[in-house]
């Protein structure tokens, strides 16, 4: 999946902490500690630990970050997207922007666009500091996405999955699924019952994985308002191959498998890798929103059952 060269974007789309560290200090004892509820694209919140860290909050989020650095600041246009993983960070979030700004008015949803952080090591969002560990993550308090690119490196070599760009874009539109159902006011159903094959987390993070189905399946005819142009261009089986890679290495049943060798549904927070992949296709075929509706689906194995 592939930028049109001269689509513009622009840098300041992202707030870009990469080699400054973030700010200096943040994590005392070195461990994952973010408190409240987080939408992270691997792990539930119940691995993180939430304990002893509740003095960190309403740190101020992604607005008083610093600026972006001179290694976004070139990231000016759908070449820097094609060649970059910075830059296809920020053209992907306009390409969503874009896409979403539109879906959530014709479903009578008020719109405004989530941040981003783009970071390095760690970080501190309005639900507390992150570390590359946690994984890319949305965080509801301050509405914004955060991004670890180091991630993608580690997410080929732990999962088996796919670094191929759609399969970054992926990730990025997984998170922004979740700044969606934050605007619907349907991210409680994540809270209330966490965990489990059926659960409402389960169905949460399916849903976003049809949302991010449902961006790809537009993604080559959505526009640049500024230069009229498609931001992306038409996507190949292989990229959708890619995509599809990537949402199976995330699976739970995959994570469990490979980490413990035994497989516990109950455990569950983000559905098995089957399920996961065939919502996102659900997503990619769908005209509308309204085809992700997990919460209403009666088994979660067949998307539109
Ligand atoms: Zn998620």
Redesign the pocket.
Known sequence: MSFNDDVQIDPGRVSDQRGGGGRGGLVAGGGVSVVGLI????FGPQVLDQGGDSGSQGGGGAQSQQQPQADSARCTSGKAANSDDGCRLIATMESLDEYWKTETADNGIRFHRPEAVLFSGQTRSGCGQATSDTGP??CPVDETAYVDTSFYKDFTRQFGGSSGPLAQMYIVA??Y??HVQNLAGDLSESQHDPQGKSSGAVR??LQ??CYAGLWAGHAARTKDPESGKTFIKPITQTQIKDALAAAASVGDDHIQETASGRINPDAWT?GSSAERQAWFMQGYRAQSMGACNTFRAADLDRPGS
Do not use: R
């Open positions: 939408l992270a694209l691997i993550f949305y997984h998170e699924g979740h949460t993070e976003a994985d983000h």
